[in-house]
Every structure is written in structure tokens, then in C-alpha cells.
């Protein structure tokens, strides 16, 4: 079963930075592409940021230059540092892979 576990979410001011975390068990995790969405109220879900196996990554054209995605596979983890937020930024960040998601975590970019 796999299970996944984010953290990191929370209120910041526009221009501001937050590094949100995504813990992965049930999987052997260096094998898998891991992936950030994100869905404000009444919009669909969107990809943020996906990191493959080999390290390689890509992004949403709306955060390209922004946002960083990482992963640590001792650690079982994927994490995504945001810098220079923005209102437009403000969803539910939820952490994807083997057809399963996490619980999502709240970021509200606000002044």
C-alpha cells in the first residue's frame, strides 16, 4: 500500500518563499517519477513540478524559474522548494506517484 505524507504548507506573503515535503512509503521509491499538483477552489488540478527517476525534471510553465523540485532517495522524500510567491500560487499542493496521492497540504500566499 502505498502511502504518502505532505508537509510544509502554511500562510506566506507574496514574495515570499516555502519548501513543502512529501514523505513515500509502500514503494520502492528511487524507482518512481514523483510529481507536485496543485488545485485552487474551482479550478481543475494542475502539474506543478515532476522529478523522473534519473533526476530529470520539469515544470509548469507558471512556476518554471520559481520553483525547484528534489528528491532524496535514502530518504524516501520529494520536496519542493517555492521562491517568490505569488496570490496565484495560493492551493492544495498534493504529492503524486504510483497512481496514488497524498492528503494534500493548504499554501495561501496573502499580505
Known amino acids: 500500500q502505498v502511502r504518502l505524507v505532505e508537509s510544509g504548507g502554511g500562510l506566506v506573503q507574496p514574495g515570499g518563499s516555502l519548501r513543502l515535503s512529501c514523505v513515500v512509503s509502500g514503494i520502492d521509491f528511487s524507482d518512481y517519477l514523483m510529481a507536485w499538483y496543485r488545485q485552487a477552489p474551482g479550478q481543475q488540478r494542475e502539474m506543478v513540478a515532476r522529478?523522473?527517476?534519473?533526476?530529470?525534471?520539469n515544470y509548469g510553465d507558471s512556476v518554471k524559474g520559481r520553483f525547484t523540485i528534489s528528491r532524496d532517495n535514502a530518504k524516501s522524500t520529494v520536496s519542493l522548494q517555492m521562491n517568490n510567491l505569488n496570490p496565484d500560487d495560493t492551493a492544495v499542493y498534493y504529492c503524486?506517484?504510483?497512481?496514488?496521492w497524498g492528503q494534500g497540504t493548504q499554501v495561501t500566499v496573502s499580505s
Open positions: 503524486h506517484t504510483a497512481n496514488s
Open positions: 522529478i523522473f527517476s534519473t533526476g530529470y525534471t
